[in-house]
């Protein structure tokens, strides 16, 4: 590869052009999901879990972290 100095301005352009290309590429582009994968994230997305708010995780890990272990909302949090 010829040094920088001896480049055209084009030819650097064009270096910047695909390497930018190259870090923003998404690999994913052009793949599709599977059906069986769109099914069962309509599933979830159309059925939430119940999960809790973030807030509220945050704090049981705070009471867990600090060794009170009691049962929140019916839940306790392992192998945090």
Request: a negative charge.
């Amino acid at each position: 590869m010829p040094d920088v100095k001896d480049l055209t301005i084009g030819e650097l352009e064009y270096l910047i052009e695909q390497k930018i290309l190259e870090v923003l590429w998404d690999p994913d582009s052009g793949l599709e999901l599977e059906p069986e994968f769109k099914q069962e994230l309509k599933r979830r997305l159309g059925n939430p879990s119940g999960g809790i708010p973030h807030r509220e995780a945050v704090s049981r890990i705070g009471r867990i972290r600090q060794g009170d272990n009691r049962e929140t909302r019916g839940t306790v949090l392992t192998n945090v």
